[in-house]
């Protein structure tokens, strides 16, 4: 990078690739396996035209890895949609508040549902998981609780930079 780019540039250049990834978990499970590599490959290409071939090779390399894995697969076949806007009120340390949100991933089967959201980066160790994702994911689980109420609702957070999938209780 050329040295009068600041932190601020490499902070936008985090997110840029954060949204890349979103993306790709978006509209890649959709998709004919062997259509993949090569849709990913261009979208990041056009997405982050500054990125060195090797980062993005390696970043497309773990997506496509992330949608290969059986231990996401429950995420990314099937009846799983993406991007799913919820909204609702629940109670909330005694108030009754109003509260939208973006599930990244959101699996239905019969007897579960299964609340995915992406974060980017390596893993925390499970007792170090920031408490805003977590009550996010809860607040996301009670929103759906209603709607599903034969189902076990399970969240998970799946950090894109292992990748790993953290099941959350």
Known sequence: RPPFEGPMAL????LDRGRAIHRLLQVLPGMANDDRARAADRYVERALPGLPDPERQAMVGR???ILADPAFAIAFQGAAAAEVSVMGTLTLRGQERSVTGRIDRLAITDDRVLIVDYKTG???Q????????????AIYRALLKPLYP??????????TGAPVLIPLS
Do not use: M
């Open 11 to 14: 902070a936008t250049s985090a």
């Open 63 to 65: 997506v496509l890895g």
């Open 122 to 124: 390596q893993p925390p």
């Open 126 to 137: 499970a007792d170090a998981i920031p408490e805003s994702h977590v009550a996010q994911l």
């Open 150 to 159: 034969a189902h076990a609702i399970t969240a998970a957070l799946l950090y």
